[in-house]
């Protein structure tokens, strides 16, 4: 496809689709796409584009004749890198290769370049020291009357060319930032008990300029004495400007290291904080220092801003280092451990990135700095340039390349090829375009009232021999209702919401798709319908952006091996994963054994990290504590258990909200005895004895209860017989009994009864 180079010739060829009318739109349309600059090119039936990739103009018939420039690069200056500092004259030091080349873009040609960067050893270093003055600052000020002898100890360590500066500041002298009343002018420390004498307070005060002396700088420390301000932020930003600007005063060198230490005990004000005392006039950035070699704006500028602080101190190369009086060495050693390249002024349409080689010999991707160096080593980034389009007028351009804190630098001149080279070749008034126009690249422009191919029609001319040349295809409408034909050409409509071309009037640049209300969401061109995005973004609008340096994991993986980098952001395919690159998986099945090699490599200095030495980089975001006993009932945590000689290993960890993992390791490894063949032999025994009597228990219950149950019947079928135990129903009594009913008289009595 078109990214990898290759252009698919059977799908949409971007370079006709086009509907390029020029040589100079043609090589805007993409980068593969060259222009026929011959003069009868193509087929009288049909029409053949001019704007076409190269192998489709060849088969066409225009070989020789393509109009087709490339992206090109130029070393101007390439001096080799210095490997010593102070060994050579300050202006022969290189740590930048190379120092100047020139590119000539073409817009979408992306081109590249490789830069190598060297911290020289026994670099010259300028160190000034800034120290707050104020009351709170006493005991410090006492505690660094040697400070200039340690100071220059240490350092000879690194360098032997080195210098010291030393210069103080207070606060503004103004109320409410000072104590303003008479009373306190000479003296603002009067009635305050504890320190009862001071001196008068100041904003700046360069006290001594740069020099290898360090008596010098001790001799000075010796001789301040503190000042009293009213509120507890300091004016040290007005400080750190005017060191920064006023380099000749300073004495900063421009073949040194500039390292501004700045020694205070609490906040400094910021821009705004002058409105307090009636200061609206913002910071000018310029050096203010008068002929005492004091701030002499203090009481006329509001204090500067962060952006104009930081803009200054790039600026003029310096190395900020807010600091107490014992780090200076170890800081120093930190900021000459990284190498970050910086670019300025870089062009609106033109692209960078950037792919760094640090020590390891490993890319990175969209990265432009490179850590945990040694003074002497040497990394390199591969930088790719590309033009996005056509500046006005074709002017050229320049940016800079610089490593921040050095003074080297690399120069890039930028040319563009957005013209063609046919067009020397004009021919006003052609023959060859009827001598009404001018003949250029294989085409006539028409003087004005002249239309056709070769100029040979009038405008107003019309009829029904030109109407069928007017029609994209048999049944459509002419010049596709868009426009009107004159002379086989259509001349398109104008419409209020952009432009309508084509051959055929087919195209218009306002008809493509639109992200949030905005045509191909600003980063691409509405060509004929479809947006053709600008160099770094793709999509039906262009809002997806294909930089994938957000997608960088720490490991240098894409999203961390656990999803797609899609529009510039990760979306996470791993099932529990999460993270701005996934990095974080408490479920995946590899998330044990990667906490599992940060556990050996920082606690005991083995496995796979510990051997390539990558250990401090990818476990820096891991906390470790190792305990006696593991808590493993934490539903938040996870637990991972690894054999280790026999014995088992086991620890829990846990995503914190800052980003970090928390790993909790047991001190010694779990180790399980031999099991004992006496207790297993008799354990055996006793289980079969037991269900020996449990099926024994059972199998009485069984027989008990069927017992019963018989029984039971046997009771009921007793109950329901219909004679006793002792009588026979065959046996007949010999005696039989009947009864009379009579009446009679006797005595005159009546009688009523029976008789037997």
């Known amino acids: 496809d078109l990214e990898h180079g290759m252009p698919l010739y059977s799908c949409l060829n971007i370079c006709t689709s086009g509907s390029a009318t020029s040589c100079e739109e043609c090589l805007l349309i993409h980068p593969k796409c060259a222009w026929c600059s011959k003069e009868e090119f193509g087929s009288t039936k049909f029409i053949t584009s001019r704007c076409d990739f190269v192998e ?81 600052m006493k005991d410090d000020l006492d505690n660094i009357r040697n400070l200039g002898t340690k100071l220059a100890e240490e350092m000879r360590k690194l360098t032997s060319n080195f210098r010291l ?45 740069l020099t290898d002396k360090v008596d010098r700088f001790n001799e000075e420390v010796q001789k301040q004495k503190v000042s009293r301000n009213r509120d507890a932020p300091e004016g040290g930003f007005d400080a750190i400007l005017q060191a920064a600007v006023c380099k000749e005063k300073i004495g900063w060198r421009k073949e040194a290291s500039h390292l501004l230490v700045f020694t205070t005990d609490d906040v400094p004000h910021i821009a705004l904080d002058g409105k307090l005392g009636g200061l609206v006039q913002p910071h000018d950035g ?25 803009e200054k101190l790039a600026e003029n190369n310096i190395h900020l280092i807010f600091a107490v009086t014992k780090a200076h060495y170890i800081l ?45 080593d040497t990394v390199s980034f591969e930088v790719s340039v590309e033009a996005r389009s056509c500046p006005a007028g074709n002017t050229s351009h320049s940016f800079t390349i610089k490593p921040a804190g050095f003074r080297d630098t690399l120069e890039v001149e930028i040319a563009y090829s957005c013209t063609c080279g046919c067009m020397k070749q004009m021919e006003w008034n052609s023959s060859k375009c009827s001598g009404n126009g001018t003949y250029t690249c294989g085409l006539c422009e028409c003087d004005s009232g002249y239309l ?22 048999e049944g459509k409408p002419v010049c596709s209702g868009r426009g009107e034909c004159s002379c086989n050409q259509c001349i398109c409509y104008k419409s ?67 999803g797609n980098c899609v529009c510039g952001k990760c979306q996470c395919t791993e099932p529990g994963a999460f993270g701005e690159t996934c990095e974080k998986c408490p479920t995946c099945p590899g998330a044990c054994s990667t906490k599992r090699d940060c556990i050996e490599c920082m606690l005991h200095n083995s496995g796979g990290l510990a051997d390539n030495q990558t250990c401090p980089k990818h476990c820096k975001d891991e906390i470790i504590t190792r305990v006696d006993v593991l808590k ?55 289980i079969i004895l037991l269900i020996g009597i449990v099926l024994l228990v059972v199998w009485k219950l069984l027989v008990t209860i069927h017992d019963r149950r018989e029984f039971a019947r046997f009771q009921s079928e007793r109950s329901r017989a219909r004679y006793e135990m002792a009588s026979n129903p065959l046996y007949r009594k010999p005696i039989s009994t009947h009864s009379l009913d009579f009446t009679f008289n006797k005595l005159s009595k009546s009688y009523n009864g029976t008789i037997d």
């Open 286 to 310: 310029q050096c203010h220092l008068n002929e005492a070699n004091e701030y002499s704006a203090s009481n006329q500028l509001d204090y500067p801003s962060l952006a104009l602080l930081g």
């Open 452 to 473: 056709g191919s070769k100029c040979e029609c009038e405008e107003g001319e019309s009829g029904n021999m030109y109407q069928n040349m007017c029609r994209e295809a």
């Open 496 to 562: 209020e919401f952009g432009r309508i071309y084509g051959l055929f009037c087919e195209c218009n640049d306002f008809s493509c798709a639109r992200y949030k209300g905005v045509l191909c969401s600003g980063h691409g061109d509405c060509h004929c319908g479809e947006c053709k995005c600008h160099a770094g973004y793709i999509g039906d609008n262009c809002n997806c952006s294909t930089e994938t340096n957000r997608c960088i994991s720490n490991d240098s993986q894409m999203c961390s091996g656990r």
């Open 165 to 209: 500066g030393f210069g103080s500041f207070v606060d503004k002298n103004i109320s409410p930032f000072s104590y303003t009343a008479p009373r306190y002018q000479n003296n603002p420390c009067i009635g305050y008990k504890l320190f009862p004498h001071c001196v008068p307070s100041f904003g700046f005060r360069h006290l001594l300029s």
């Open 632 to 686: 493993t009932d934490d539903q938040h945590s996870v637990l991972c258990v690894y054999p280790v000689n026999d014995c088992v290993m086991k620890f829990t960890y846990s995503e914190l909200p800052s980003g970090k993992s928390n790993l909790t390791v047991l001190k010694k490894p779990e180790c399980g005895s031999a099991p004992n063949a006496l207790t297993i032999l008799l354990a055996v025994v006793g």
């Open 56 to 136: 489709n103009l060849i088969t066409n018939g225009c070989a020789g004749e393509l109009e087709t420039p490339k992206s090109s690069i130029n070393i101007v200056e390439n001096l080799p890198l210095s490997s010593k500092g102070s060994s050579l004259t300050l202006s022969d030091v290189t740590q930048i290769m190379p120092q100047k080349i020139s590119l000539n873009l073409r817009p979408g040609d992306k081109t590249s370049f490789r830069v190598q960067v060297r911290q020289v050893e026994d670099y010259p270093v300028d160190l000034y020291y800034l120290m707050d003055l104020s009351l709170s």
């Open 332 to 376: 120093y050693k930190s900021i000459r451990s990284k190498v970050e390249l910086t670019v300025w002024d870089n062009p609106e349409d033109v692209s960078l990135t950037f792919t760094a080689t640090c020590q390891d010999g490993l890319l990175y991707p969209g990265l432009r700095k490179c850590e945990e160096l040694q003074i002497g």
